[in-house]
Nanobody, 125 residues
Framework: QVQLVESGGGLVQAGGSLRLSCVASGRTFSNYLMGWFRQAPGKEREFVAAIRWEVPSTYYADSVKGRFAISRDNAKNTVYLQMNSLKPEDTAVYYC??????????????????WGQGTQVTVSS
């Protein structure tokens, strides 16, 4: 049974930083892409960043490029999202997700196979 468990959310002032973690368990995640999404109240879930387990390929939404960084620790089966220069509009529940295979749309939440429970990030102005 695949489990994705996020942690690291919290309340931070604008301009501050947070690091989210996602621990994956239940199977081997080679050939998987791991993504971070977020969902603010009243809005659709949106893509934030993604990374492959086995190759150093990373992808970012334009809204976070240059401020957020996604990374992974294969030995710990953990994916991180370092968030810097946070803005109030970054406030949302952040979700970790896993996508099997290749050549799938990494920006679409419908293309992910497993999801974590989410962690709240609140940025105050």
């Amino acid at each position: 049974q695949v489990q994705l468990v996020e942690s690291g959310g919290g309340l931070v002032q604008a301009g501050g930083s947070l690091r989210l973690s996602c621990v994956a368990s239940g199977r081997t995640f080679s050939n998987y892409l791991m993504g971070w999404f977020r969902q603010a109240p009243g809005k659709e879930r949106e893509f934030v960043a993604a990374i492959r387990w086995e190759v150093p390929s990373t992808y970012y939404a334009d809204s976070v490029k240059g401020r957020f960084a996604i990374s992974r620790d294969n030995a710990k089966n953990t994916v991180y999202l370092q968030m810097n220069s946070l803005k109030p509009e970054d406030t949302a529940v952040y979700y970790c997700a896993a996508q099997r295979g290749v050549f799938r749309d990494y920006t679409s939440s419908n293309e992910y196979d497993y999801w974590g429970q989410g962690t709240q990030v609140t940025v105050s102005s």
